[in-house]
Structure formats: structure tokens, C-alpha cells
């Protein structure tokens, strides 16, 4: 049999299986499309979600300068609210930075709300404890500050030393040496390996 005999053979077994399977290769078709309209769709979204909400980031950040403080207080709330893993930390940073609420409770329950934030990668996430473990210090609640710390001391993050000399040196300024001195010796366990 011939070179082109056996081409010919093989378009004419391929024409039969397309025109035999022609419903199976629409149906994927239309399922290939629909998965790539809503792929674009669901980035098309969260890329004008992003652009809306750094707009209101800047927006507060404005008010703030203009002094509508409540204003800049509702933006940034919201911007906490909806989980962005850039601007709601920064969000609640600019919060804190520009002593926009007075309510401690309610600056905690802010960095709780970030901190459940799914999207953020563990380091991020200790970082932002780190954040949330000086502004307890700050507000002298050594409970909250050994909550929020020894799990990253627990660990092996990149944070870990630094939460270690924080809580340290808040044992320290509390005059609380035993407790500091602990908390150093974990940190000269560390350098010793």
C-alpha cells in the first residue's frame, strides 16, 4: 500500500470518528468556552475589586490629610472588612498610625479579622502578628502579647526571633527579668545550633 493510500485511509477513518463523536466535540467546546469566560470573567472582577479598593485606600488617605477623620474611619473600616491581603493590613495600619480609633478592643478584633485572612501566606500572617504583638505591648497586655507571640516563638518562622527579643524586652521594661531572661535563653538555644 502506498504512502498516500495510507494518508488517505487515515483522513477518511479521522473524518468518520469526528462526524460519529460530533456532539461529544461541541459539548467540550462549549464547556472549554464556558470555563474560559468565567476565568476571565472571575479576573476581570478581582482586578477592578482591586483598583476600587485601593482607590478608597487612597480616598482615606486624603480624608485623613483634609481632617474628615469619621470619613477616612468608614473607609478603612470597609477596607478591612473585605479581606484584601495588601490593603486591609495597611488599612488597619493607618488606623493605628494616625490614632483614628481610640477603641482598643476594636483594634484587636481588626487585627483578628486580618489575621483569619486565608490568602495570606504564614509569614505574612506572623508578620502581621508581630504588628499586633507591639501594639499590645503598647497597650500593656501581657496575656494578649504571650497569646499572640509564642506561637510564632513556637515555631521555626523567620519572625521567631524577632518575637522572642520583643517579648523579651517587654519583660524587661516591666522589670520582670526571670521572665526575659527565659525568653533570651531561647533565643541563645537558637544561635548555639
Known amino acids: 500500500m502506498s504512502d ?5 485511509n487515515l483522513l477518511i477513518k479521522a473524518s468518520i470518528f469526528v462526524k460519529n463523536n460530533i456532539k461529544i466535540f461541541t ?18 472582577v478581582q482586578k477592578n475589586n482591586n483598583i476600587e479598593i485601593s482607590e478608597h485606600y487612597m480616598q482615606a488617605s486624603i480624608l485623613i490629610k483634609q481632617k474628615k477623620i469619621f470619613e477616612s474611619k468608614l473607609l478603612l473600616e470597609s477596607i478591612i472588612k473585605k479581606n484584601h491581603q495588601i490593603y486591609s493590613p495597611l488599612a488597619l495600619y ?19 479579622e486580618i489575621l483569619k485572612n486565608s490568602s495570606l501566606d504564614k509569614e505574612n500572617l506572623n508578620l502581621i502578628k508581630i504588628k499586633k504583638g507591639i501594639y499590645l505591648i503598647n497597650e500593656d497586655n501581657e496575656e494578649l502579647i504571650i497569646e499572640t507571640l509564642n506561637p510564632i516563638i ?18 524587661i521594661s516591666k522589670k520582670q527579668k526571670i521572665k526575659s531572661d527565659e ?8 544561635t548555639n545550633n
Do not use: C
Open 154 to 171: 513556637n515555631s521555626n518562622s523567620v519572625w521567631r526571633n524577632s518575637a522572642i527579643n520583643l517579648i523579651s524586652e517587654y519583660f
Open 183 to 190: 525568653y533570651i535563653k531561647l533565643l541563645s538555644n537558637v
Open 4 to 8: 498516500t493510500t495510507q494518508k488517505k
Open 27 to 44: 459539548i467540550l467546546l462549549i464547556i472549554l468556552f464556558s470555563f474560559l469566560f468565567t476565568f476571565l470573567f472571575y479576573k476581570n
Open 94 to 112: 493607618m488606623i493605628i498610625e494616625n490614632e483614628i480609633e481610640s477603641d482598643t478592643s476594636k483594634i484587636i478584633n481588626f487585627f483578628d
